[in-house]
C-alpha cells in the first residue's frame, strides 16, 4: 500500500511539473494538460521498459550469482578435501595473487569456527612464513584475535562471508554465471580496485570532514564547483560507510 502511495504522489509531482513546464511554453492552459499527460504516459512507458531491462540484466545477474556463491560455499564445505582446496587455492591465487599453502576447514555454513580447529590447522603447518586458514562456516571475533595473534606461520583467515564475496567476484571456477570475454576479464579487476579506493570504509570519515570543509568554502565564497565537490565526497563517504568491502590484501 506504501509504495503505491508513493508511487500516486511521485506521479502527481511529475504531472504536475511537466504542467507547469508547458504552460510557460505553450501559453495554453488545455494544450498544456495534454501534452503533459502524454508525456506522463510516455515517461511511465520508458521507465517500465527501463526498469525490465535492469531487472532482467545486470541486477538479476549479480543476485544469481550472490545466490550461487551462497550454494558454493556449501559445496565446498560437502565436497572432498582435496577437490575443495584446489579449488580455493586457485581462488586465491585469482583473487589476490597468494601462492601460499592453504588449510581448510569443512563445517556447515551456519556454525561457527571453533577455535580448537583453529589451532590445530596451524599447528600442521609450524615454521612456514604463511598460511591461509579457510573455512566454510562464520567466525566470530574470539577465532579472528586468535588467527591476529598465531605468528610462524602467519595466519590470513577466510571465512564463508569472505568466501561468498570472492566466490561472487570470480565465480568461473564454482559454475557461477557466464563465462567473461578477454577484454572484460582484463577490465573488471581495475574496476573493482577503483571502486574499493573509492568506497573504503577506513577513509569514509575523512571524506565526510572533506565534503563539510567544502561545504564551508561554499557557503563563505559560493563558487559552485565547492557545492558539486562535497555533493560528491559526500556520496562517496556515504556509500563507503553503507559498503563492506573485501580486505585489499590476503595478509
Not at 568461473?172 to 580496485?193: H, K, M, N, V, Y
Request: glycine share 6%; net charge positive; charged share 20%.
Amino acid at each position: 500500500m506504501g509504495r503505491k502511495i508513493d508511487r500516486f504522489v511521485l506521479t502527481l509531482a511529475a504531472a504536475g511539473g511537466l504542467y507547469l513546464y508547458f504552460l510557460g511554453a505553450v501559453r495554453n492552459r488545455y494544450a498544456a494538460i495534454a501534452l503533459a499527460l502524454v508525456s506522463c504516459i510516455l515517461l511511465r512507458k520508458l521507465l517500465g521498459c527501463a526498469m525490465a531491462l535492469l531487472m532482467n540484466g545486470r541486477f538479476m545477474r549479480r543476485r544469481r550469482i550472490r545466490h550461487c556463491a551462497s550454494g558454493a560455499v556449501m559445496r565446498l564445505a560437502c565436497m572432498d578435501e582435496a577437490e575443495a582446496s584446489q579449488r580455493l587455492s586457485n581462488l586465491l591465487r585469482e583473487a589476490y595473487g597468494a601462492e601460499c599453502p592453504l588449510e581448510l576447514i569443512q563445517l556447515h555454513p551456519s556454525t561457527k569456527l571453533p577455535q580448537d580447529r583453529l589451532f590445530e590447522a596451524w599447528r600442521l603447518h609450524r615454521g612456514e612464513a604463511q598460511l591461509a586458514i579457510c573455512a566454510t562456516c562464520a567466525c566470530d571475533a574470539d577465532a579472528r584475535a586468535l588467527a591476529s595473534s598465531l605468528k610462524s606461520p602467519k595466519v590470513a583467515l577466510v571465512d564463508a562471508g569472505l568466501l561468498r564475496q570472492l566466490i561472487a567476484e570470480y565465480p568461473q571456477g564454482f559454475d557461477c554465471g557466464e563465462a567473461q570475454s578477454p577484454r572484460r576479464r582484463r577490465i573488471a579487476p581495475a574496476l573493482r580496485r577503483a571502486g574499493s579506493l573509492l568506497c573504503n570504509r577506513r577513509n569514509a570519515p575523512r571524506g565526510l570532514l572533506f565534503a563539510a570543509a567544502m561545504l564551508l568554502m561554499y557557503a563563505l565564497g559560493g563558487g559552485i564547483a565547492y557545492l558539486i565537490a562535497a555533493m560528491v565526497l559526500l556520496f562517496l563517504a556515504l556509500v563507503s560507510f553503507h559498503r563492506a568491502p573485501r580486505p585489499a590484501k590476503l595478509f
